[in-house]
Nanobody, 124 residues
Framework: QVHLAESGGRLVQAGDSLRLSCEAS????????MGWFRQAPEKEREFVAA????????LYGDFVKGRFAISRDNAKNALYLQMNSLKPEDTAVYYC?????????????????WGQGTQVTVSS
């Protein structure tokens, strides 16, 4: 079992940067891949980024285009998402997710554990 808690979401201006954090409980954190997803109102939850168990492999959604960076600190059981050049269309609830395997994937079906989400709002 893995419990996840996101933090760091808030209201920012377009062009600003923001770093989201996710604290994980459970001794399996360093053995599994982790991901970030987001969901805007009335839209499907979409893949943002994922990282392998070691942090050596990453995967990003097409819309990221170099603006976001995912990282992890296995010593702290922590996952991060650095978001730069934020746009109003980045407004969403951002979810941290723990995978059932060690390599990053973009499918929600590969992530059985989810946090409660943190709201990011980008004003124009």
């Amino acid at each position: 079992q893995v419990h996840l808690a996101e933090s760091g979401g808030r209201l920012v201006q377009a062009g600003d940067s923001l770093r989201l954090s996710c604290e994980a409980s459970g001794r399996t954190f360093s053995t599994i891949a982790m991901g970030w997803f987001r969901q805007a109102p009335e839209k499907e939850r979409e893949f943002v980024a994922a990282i392998s168990r070691s942090g050596g492999g990453t995967l990003y959604g097409d819309f990221v285009k170099g603006r976001f960076a995912i990282s992890r600190d296995n010593a702290k059981n922590a996952l991060y998402l650095q978001m730069n050049s934020l746009k109003p269309e980045d407004t969403a609830v951002y979810y941290c997710a723990a995978a059932s395997q060690s390599y990053p994937t973009s499918s929600r079906r590969d992530y059985p554990y989810w946090g409660q989400g943190t709201q990011v709002t980008v004003s124009s």
